[in-house]
């Protein structure tokens, strides 16, 4: 299967600063790019879905002035945490799909704790 | 009402047994299933998916579709220790294009040797 990197693996952060999470895809053009969040013993959830060139799109309930979206090359997507919160303490993950009906393929996940 | 329902488990099954997980999805529009694995602290890992009815066997793994009764489970012979793991149980969303998935609260497996 295809690649996707998520960088940096993990990451601790002080209350009040922002964290860039990084998404490429190593092997292949990703036209559409997910983030997702998994709360400890919780399941996936889908906080954006951002499609190069274009506005993310939210899912209800995810602030999108809290978690900036860029997804301006087919092979690289950030998400900013912006004024991190104990509370946004997460497991952060993407996916990547390089188009219609297509398989979208994991990245590695990174780990948020902000202290 | 939930769209992907799974038991959390843990289920706990002996090694070289077979473990048997479930999953029941609420949309008779879904057409196609997936089967995750996720190990602690580690991405999802796409073990199979399945979008006609009956069974499809990969190695060790079969996955079952029952589009009638609305429940697709997975099957995992001859169960190793390294299987122990959560397993995802996630459907595709509607909007056409989209690959983002609706995933179940999954189910821990415990594999004992």
Redesign the interface.
């Known amino acids: 299967?295809a690649v996707v990197s998520?960088h940096p693996s993990w990451v601790i952060c002080k209350s009040g600063t922002s964290v860039k999470i990084e998404c490429r895809s190593l092997d292949f053009q990703a036209t559409?790019m997910?983030w997702y969040r998994q709360f400890p013993k919780?399941?996936?959830?889908?906080m954006a879905?951002s499609n190069e060139g274009s506005k993310a799109t939210y899912e209800q309930g995810v602030e999108k002035d809290k978690f900036l979206i860029n997804h301006a090359s087919l092979t690289l997507s950030t998400l900013t945490v912006t004024s991190a919160h104990p509370e946004d303490s997460s497991?952060y993950?993407c996916?990547a799909?390089s188009g219609?009906?297509?398989?979208?393929f994991?990245?590695?996940?990174t780990?948020l704790t902000v202290v | 009402q939930k769209e992907v329902e799974q038991n959390s488990g843990p289920l706990s099954v002996p090694e070289g047994a077979i473990a048997s997980l479930n999953c029941t999805y609420s949309d008779r529009g879904s057409q196609s299933f997936f089967w995750y694995r996720q190990y602690s602290g580690k991405s999802p890992e796409l073990i199979m998916f399945i979008y006609s009815n009956g069974d499809k066997e990969d190695g060790r793994f079969t996955a079952q579709l029952n589009k009638a009764s609305q429940y697709v489970s997975l099957l995992i012979r001859d169960s190793q220790p390294s299987d122990s793991a959560t397993y995802l149980c996630a459907v595709p969303e509607k909007v056409t294009g989209r690959r983002a998935l609706t995933f179940g609260s999954g189910t821990r497996l415990q594999v004992q040797p």
């Open positions: 299967g998520q559409t997910f919780q399941s996936l959830m889908l879905t497991f993950i996916s799909a219609v009906g297509t398989e979208a994991f990245g590695q996940g780990r």
